[in-house]
């Protein structure tokens, strides 16, 4: 398998550049866009333009602003132009006229929320009616940005030589075909049948002449799971406008500012506990801010939901969950849809509970966790939580390591003065992913994986996958495993082939190699029986049922019936001089089912863990008035290779014979271990992320009477904090 190009590796001959007009405003009324004189052969393409719906696959967003202008930056025109620097004068001195909408409540945030989507579970009730002690906490995650190696864009040309058809689909018969032949997408995605359904509806064209090859993806995070299919668009309406190719690609500011982040979360958990720490009763109120327009609100939601339940047991739950949408830019998942925000504030939150108590953090959860509370389907796995915990312990020493921090807190605790230079704690959390996603999309989840023997005995493995990882590896291997196939007679192909959905929560190495697999089994049953070539394709789709024992409105559990499970161990120091933690060392324990290939998934959890670590206390950016500053785009900062901890992995044997996801762990375990660890070396139990260095210095600088706290619970004075 070639490796694919890169973006901005490709130039079509009779090249046009194009460059957005975007708003200035978070809300308003768009009225006109006034543009400078254009020189000969430059157009501007506005919403009016569209031949199509004006409406992205899957969101009611909008490809070119018509009438509403929801945050600052959204596009509003595409200027095409054979000059990149013309084109990038004349958008920046083109003019937006809007009326702008007053915010009704003057004394809020200009910014405003709005409600979009809730959800209820169990039965409310006022937990401070329960009988034993009440632990509260507030924990809130910030955002992250995802930094590609190449910014988000797409290249767009018509190709006449090719096939009116080049695929089996139906045409609609309300589309129609593309005079030009076929229209050529070239864009970085991780879906490329979400840009070919995008381009489709907007420019009104039956599906088969619309040809999308996607090209060299890199680390994207979950960042390129639908943006692409926008900026694809604005290139496809070039390419259709004026029939000539059109490049449209990001600069590396414009990205920063505009495309989405991981969304923030607020999450309010009470519980009440008797005096050995068992949970009698919990409420969690929830919230996340998903930006303008809200994409994929309810698959965020149900899976921050999931989250906040961990692995424990809770008798009696009710949880009210919110998602909002507000005048910044789209917020998206960023590795995993919204579990790892859920967990963090759980994992926290039983850091409490056992501070309370003044029990061990992994005594408390060896007692309490139960991975079978998270997979009922999953009767054959056979690792319990007491053998990933005690797993965690063994290989960090952190039995003795905690003992000795806490008697050192314990005597800083007692002293007047504190003599130490670097402060240590240590931490644990646990953690678990799906295998995909809860909800269907438009396409209703049915996806495909296509296998042919050809007759000169060659394998062609045709699925519609972008990852950057080493499928066709781990493909040759199966291959060779169920048929003697030499991995040099085996061929992947992207191009037009069957959709296997999106590449994201492990879905290609637990849903699409499964879907492999059975291709290749299915052939060696027929290999000797018919004649070549045989083609054979095997499908998914989503399943009835429901999550934790009817707890969530999610419709497929199939997703979520064998998760990838891990315990995270973090120990750190305080550098009081620098008032920043220092990692002194990570230890993971994962239990991944069959691991396929070992070097593909320690890489994948290497890299999760550094970016992990960046969200809890590297990565600091925040939108002020509805816009990134631009010093946080100037002063962004993520981690070197000098500054990454030591990180060890150990995979606990199983006799699973099905790969688990794994590439999203550390986001779901990592933060609550760190932030557990730095709150044992200050003696203060920090309850947000990213951790910033202030809220190191109040705790060092002020006297305990007068250190404001980071995060203040939204509950009675009356509950332990």
Known sequence: MAPLPFLEDIYPKNLLYAATVRSPAARGKLKNIIIPELPDDYKLISARDIPGENRLEGTNMPVLASKNLSYIGEPVAIIIGNDKTKLEELASKSRVIYDEEKNENPGEDPVENELIREIKIGNDYDIFEQKGKIVTGSFSTGIQEHWYAEPIGAVCWRDEQKSEKLNTETKTGKARPYAGGTLIIKTATQWPYHV???????????????????????????????????????????????????????????????????????????????????????????????????VSGDEILNQVCLGCLGFYKFDNLHITARAKQANIPPQGPFSGFGLAQGQFAIERHI???????????????????????????????????????????????????????????????????????????????????????????????????????????????????????????????????????????????????????????????????????????????????????????????????????????????????????????????????????VIRGIWLTIDGGKIISANRAKRSIMRASIQALGWAFIENIEYTDGILPKTQYDNFKIFSPMEIPPIHIN???????????????????????????????????YKSIPLKRKDIWEKFKVSDEDTPAPNAAKFPAQAVK
């Not at 590439?663 to 730095?678: D, M, N, S």
């Open 196 to 294: 070919k359904r995008s381009v489709t509806r907007v420019l009104g064209l039956d599906s088969a002449f619309i040809s999308v090859e996607p090209s060299a993806l890199c680390i994207h995070m979950d960042g390129k799971l639908w943006y692409p299919s926008l900026i694809a668009c604005h290139a496809a309406l070039g390419t259709f406008i004026t029939n000539r190719p059109v490049r449209l690609i990001l600069s590396k500011e414009e990205d920063f500012l505009y495309a989405p982040k991981r969304f923030g979360s607020n999450i309010n958990i009470a519980s009440s506990i008797d005096d050995n720490g068992n949970i009698l009763a919990s409420k969690i109120d929830i919230s996340v801010n998903l930006g303008a327009y809200g």
């Open 351 to 581: 850091s409490q509970i056992a501070d309370t108590v003044k029990q061990d953090q992994a005594i408390w959860r060896l007692n309490h966790a139960d991975p079978k509370l998270i997979m009922p389907l999953s009767l054959k796995n056979n690792i319990s939580s007491a053998d990933l915990i005690n797993s965690a312990l063994k290989i960090s020493d952190y039995c003795r390591k905690w003992a000795s921090y806490e008697l050192l807190r314990q005597s800083r605790k007692n002293e007047k003065e504190d003599n130490s230079d670097k402060p240590r704690g240590i931490g644990i959390a646990l953690g678990y992913q799906s295998n995909g996603l809860i909800f269907p999309g438009e396409d209703n989840g049915i996806y495909t994986a296509e296998v042919t023997l050809t007759k000169e005995c060659i394998l062609e493995i045709k699925t519609s996958i972008t990852s950057s990882e080493d499928y066709n590896k781990i493909w040759e291997k199966i291959a060779d495993e169920t048929m003697s196939i030499k991995p040099e007679m085996v061929h992947i192909i992207s191009t037009n082939a069957p959709d296997c959905g999106p590449s994201c929560s492990s879905r290609n190495i637990t849903v699409v190699t499964k879907m492999v697999e059975r291709c290749c089994l299915a052939i060696k049953k027929q290999r000797f029986r018919d004649p070549l070539p045989i083609t054979v394709r095997r499908s998914i789709k989503p399943q009835s049922g429901s999550l934790r024992a009817g707890l969530m409105e999610a419709p497929d559990i199939n997703s979520f019936s064998k998760p990838g499970l891990a315990a995270a161990v973090v120990e750190v120091s305080i550098d009081l001089v620098e008032c920043i933690p």
């Open 651 to 685: 995979f606990l044997d199983t006799d699973n014979s099905e790969p688990k996801g794994v590439g999203e762990l550390p986001f779901t375990c990592i933060p609550a271990a760190f932030l557990q660890a730095v709150s044992q070396a200050a003696d203060h139990c």
